[in-house]
């Protein structure tokens, strides 16, 4: 009997059908019976930290000398004698300048003839009072000669003291182009004198929306060179007014020259609080993860033998550095990813060594 070729290929093809869907359908039960591994990242941890801050803003500052001053002369002449260097360290009292005055030496020298003259006079006309052989009017006149006489020598003397330039206090002179025999007009400058002091002021104008800072209270310093160089400051004193134009308030601070490097006039910045202390939860900048709905953390949490990420919504305050400060939403004292919570979802089992002791920077 012959077959019908059709037949024989539908049937063919039939077993062949049925051989391949048993073959996968084994396969099925054979991969539904193993349990495939649960995932886990591989992540560091931490523990937000609470560490005190108080804020600061920053304005520029001035640093001025305790004393100083711009050494001029009164009177015209000609230099006869100079007695210091450009920036020499003089002495309270010291001469630094002399200008000639022997016209005036002379008028002083004949001032004294003439008041020793008078005086001789007043000594004769008294002893002759005394036996009532001169009238009193003569006794007076010689009184008046003898103290017009003493006048003239005093001024005289005045002007020598004014063409005679001292030093007002102990510091350092500055730089000059004087010279012995040069003529220089009255009120010509000759040369500013800095204080030898041990201390340095720095003036600074707050705004008044600032708070008002109290006497005694510190302020930063920061000098900024091939160095920087940061202190301390203790504010001295306070101006009782408002500048009308600026609305600000002027201060003066005081800092040593020994712990702090400075020229008078030379610009700072000043550091000072604006806010009171207050305690802020820190944590790195690297735990945080950001959607369009906000920014979370992923808080691990022990449930049985592995630590489980949870996402929790978090509202962020100020940021130092790597760290950023959490305002709520974050209970003390709980564990959350740092480096590699970005991989993190949540559920996920997650590896992790013992958190670092000391994550972050002190403010």
């Keep these: 009997m012959k077959l019908n070729p059709l037949l024989l290929t539908s049937g063919i093809l039939a077993i062949c059908l049925s051989g391949l869907f048993y073959f996968k359908h084994h396969m099925a039960n054979a991969a539904g019976n193993q349990q495939m591994p649960e995932p886990v990242m591989s992540i560091k941890a931490t523990s937000p930290q609470v560490q005190n801050y108080q804020q600061t803003t920053g304005l520029i500052g001035q640093a001025r000398a305790v004393e100083q001053a711009s050494i001029k002369n009164e009177l015209a002449g000609k230099i006869t004698r100079l007695n210091f260097q450009s920036g020499d360290l003089v002495t309270k009292g010291q001469v630094l300048l002399e200008l000639s005055h022997s016209e005036e030496d002379a008028q002083l020298k004949a001032a004294k003839a003439e008041a020793a003259l008078n005086r001789q006079t007043l000594d004769r006309y008294l002893a002759l009072q005394e036996n009532g052989r001169i009238s009193d009017d003569k006794v007076d006149q010689a009184k008046s000669l003898l103290a017009k006489a003493e006048a003239e020598m005093e001024r005289i003397s005045a002007i020598i003291e004014k063409k005679v330039i001292?030093?007002?206090?102990?510091?350092?002179?500055?730089?000059?182009?004087?010279?012995?025999?040069?003529?220089?007009?009255?009120?010509?400058q000759i040369t500013n004198l800095i204080g030898d002091n041990d201390f340095i002021w720095i003036d600074f104008n707050v705004p008044q929306t600032y708070p008002v800072l109290a006497l005694g209270e510190s302020v930063g310093v920061v000098v900024k060179g091939k160095a920087t160089q940061e202190a301390q400051a203790s504010i001295v004193s306070v101006s009782p007014v408002l500048n009308s134009s600026s609305r600000q308030l002027k201060y003066r601070a005081k800092v040593a020259k020994s712990v702090l490097t400075l020229t008078p006039n030379q610009l700072v910045k000043i550091n000072f609080p604006v806010a009171p202390v207050q305690a802020l939860t820190l944590i790195p900048q690297l735990a945080v993860k950001r959607d369009q709905l906000g920014d979370y953390v992923f808080v691990l949490k022990k449930e049985g033998e592995a630590y489980r990420a949870h996402q929790v919504k978090v509202d962020l305050g100020v940021r130092f550095g790597d760290l950023i400060s959490v305002e709520s939403g974050l209970e003390p004292g709980v564990l959350i990813a740092s480096e590699g919570a970005f991989k993190l979802w949540p559920g996920v089992q997650t590896r992790f060594a013992s958190p670092d002791e000391n994550q972050g920077e002190t403010l």
Excluded: E, R, W
């Design 166 to 188: 001292t030093a007002p206090f102990a510091g350092y002179t500055g730089i000059h182009d004087l010279a012995v025999g040069q003529y220089i007009d009255s009120n010509s």
